[in-house]
T-cell receptor, first 114, second 114 residues
Framework: KQEVTQIPAALSVPEGENLVLNCSFT??????LQWFRQDPGKGLTSLLL?????REQTSGRLNASLDKSSGRSTLYIAASQPGDSATYLC?????????????FGGGTRVLVKP | DAGVTQSPTHLIKTRGQQVTLRCSPI?????VSWYQQVLGQGPQFIFQ???????GRGNFPDRFSARQFPNYSSELNVNALLLGDSALYLC?????????????FGPGTRLTVL
């Protein structure tokens, strides 16, 4: 059974500092890994999706890496801003033909202080 | 193009009642998945439907049921509501049912059970 863990559960940083968010998973047989942002009481906003054949994906200030062999992904947010305050969730996709069930981590709640 | 839409946005019910939540996928998407997100936790997989057939079911009691219509929209039904069913219910759509396609999430329905 796939288990996804995000540590720490909460993080507080001053504005301008780089953010490093961690995601670990127990079964390396994944197809994709996706990072989401969730604002309080809202739905999920997709940030980056890394396919299993890729090692990283970048979009603006965001960079996500994937190491399947060690069961880890890291999301980097450069030069954090107060608007980056949110909960960040990672989710892994099962292998092909195993359906569409995403397994999510518990999330890391981020506060960027001005 | 419209994204995934869900209705209603918010819902308040009392214990023992029944509720129906609705989801319309992105045009052309044939797979719909449902997730439950309890406050402070990551989303948990409930169901996946593809081409009107159930393709996956999470660890939820039989009080939870779903169906998909010919236009690929979907309904999630929960009977005999319990306080613990209070959560944000998220719907996600994708092109295919095999996990190959990226999943896109709707804004969710916030269910409160009193």
């Amino acid at each position: 059974k796939q288990e996804v863990t995000q540590i720490p559960a909460a993080l507080s940083v001053p504005e301008g500092e780089n953010l490093v968010l961690n995601c670990s998973f127990t079964d390396s047989a994944i197809y994709n890994l996706q990072w989401f942002r969730q604002d309080p009481g809202k739905g999920l906003t997709s940030l980056l999706l890394i396919q299993s054949s890729q090692r990283e994906q970048t979009s603006g200030r965001l960079n996500a890496s994937l190491d399947k062999s060690s069961g880890r992904s890291t999301l980097y947010i450069a030069a954090s801003q107060p608007g980056d305050s949110a909960t960040y969730l990672c989710a892994v996709y099962p292998p092909l033909a195993a359906g569409n069930k995403l397994t999510f981590g518990g999330g890391t709640r981020v506060l960027v202080k001005p | 193009d419209a994204g995934v839409t869900q209705s209603p946005t918010h819902l308040i019910k009392t214990r023992g009642q029944q509720v129906t939540l609705r989801c319309s996928p992105i045009s052309g998407h044939k797979s719909v998945s449902w997730y439950q997100q309890v406050l402070g936790q990551g989303p948990q997989f409930i169901f996946q439907y593809y081409e009107k057939e159930e393709r996956g079911r999470g660890n939820f009691p039989d009080r939870f049921s779903a169906r998909q219509f010919p236009n690929y929209s979907s309904e999630l039904n929960v009977n005999a509501l319990l306080l613990g069913d209070s959560a944000l219910y998220l719907c996600a759509s994708s092109l295919g049912g095999s996990g190959r396609g990226r999943q896109f999430f709707g804004p969710g329905t916030r269910l409160t059970v009193l």
